[in-house]
């Protein structure tokens, strides 16, 4: 699955252009289904920024607002569900926009157990 991930990351990127264009940044867009809180982490060379997305919200869109040369994300809840993208140079990637869905097992009364990940379009 992290293969195909990167497979994704660095077709999507392959397919722009090299130049940042002002005023987009980039975005992760993220349901939870599940009764766990969801947190979504941004790790940049200009800092770290985090965001909570409450148990069973629906669309919640978070955006890197910082200045920026590289970072790379990280997406968990409970203690069975994470994603981690890896280190993306936006010089080699200038547009990143991705969607996560995070499931809950009713099995195991709601908690986390997967998220679903992939690239976008267009941002959030």
């Not at 669309?59 to 890896?86: E, I, K």
Request: aromatic share 10%.
């Amino acid at each position: 699955m992290k293969g195909i991930l990167f497979c994704l990351v660095v077709f999507a990127a392959c397919s722009k252009g090299t130049t940042n264009p002002g005023g987009i940044d980039p975005s992760i867009l993220v349901t939870n289904l599940s009764d766990d809180t969801a947190t979504v982490t941004w790790v940049g060379d200009a800092g770290t920024q985090t965001v909570q997305v409450p148990p069973r919200t629906a669309n919640v869109c978070t955006r890197w607002t910082q200045s920026f040369d590289s970072l790379y994300t990280r997406v968990a809840a409970g203690q069975n569900a994470s994603v981690t993208s890896p280190w993306l140079h936006f010089s080699e990637y200038p547009y990143y926009f991705q969607v996560d869905t995070v499931f809950g097992s009713q099995a195991v009364g709601g908690t986390a157990t997967g998220i679903a990940n992939h690239i976008a379009a267009t941002e959030c």
